[in-house]
């Protein structure tokens, strides 16, 4: 009896210690910038779903950079991004941020189109964006528009 105890007892010191290396894991990496600190840019969205704090920022599919701050600006009332970019990548002038997505049920993500002659400077804004694109109203658009060519087809038969 008193072995089983000194059992349970340890095996709940074990997970209490796996438990305590997981949340400070989790603590280190979400403060983790990128190498060497990167530089800040930013971008305005119509729509950013998905897209939180720690988001990655992605180049030809390459994780260049992490979203740092989403917030509403007042005045536009669109989103605003904020994320930093590693050092050694310079984003050009004329780039395209987009928010994208890895498949239905995956997380999003802003993927940046390079186009430009010139690298953005640190704290430059993206130009050319594309916001996220919400599935449920474009399904639910195209079966509004199906049905509508119905009806119209239906109508000149008659």
């Known amino acids: 009896m008193n072995f089983e105890r000194w059992g349970e007892t340890l095996l709940g010191a074990a997970v209490a210690v796996v438990a305590v290396g ?3 894991f989790a603590a280190a990496q979400a403060g983790q910038r ?15 779903d998905g897209v939180n704090v720690g ?4 180049v030809s599919g390459v994780k260049v950079g992490v979203v740092r701050a989403v917030s509403l600006d007042p005045e536009t009332y669109m989103a605003r991004l904020t994320f930093d ?3 050694n990548v310079h984003i050009l002038d004329e780039s395209t941020a987009r928010i994208s997505s890895d498949g239905l049920l995956g997380g999003a993500y802003v993927a940046i189109e390079p186009a ?8 430059g804004e993206i130009p050319y964006t ?3 694109v919400d599935l449920l109203t474009l ?19 008659q």
């Open 22 to 24: 997981f949340f400070a």
């Open 34 to 48: 990128t190498a060497g600190g990167g530089y800040e840019l930013s971008a305005r969205f119509q729509r950013v």
């Open 55 to 58: 988001s990655d920022v992605r």
């Open 85 to 87: 970019i590693d050092p």
């Open 116 to 123: 430009g002659m010139d690298p953005l400077p640190s704290g």
């Open 130 to 132: 594309q916001g996220a």
């Open 139 to 157: 399904l639910a658009s195209f079966a509004q528009g199906q049905g509508q060519t119905q009806t119209q087809n239906e109508a000149g038969a």
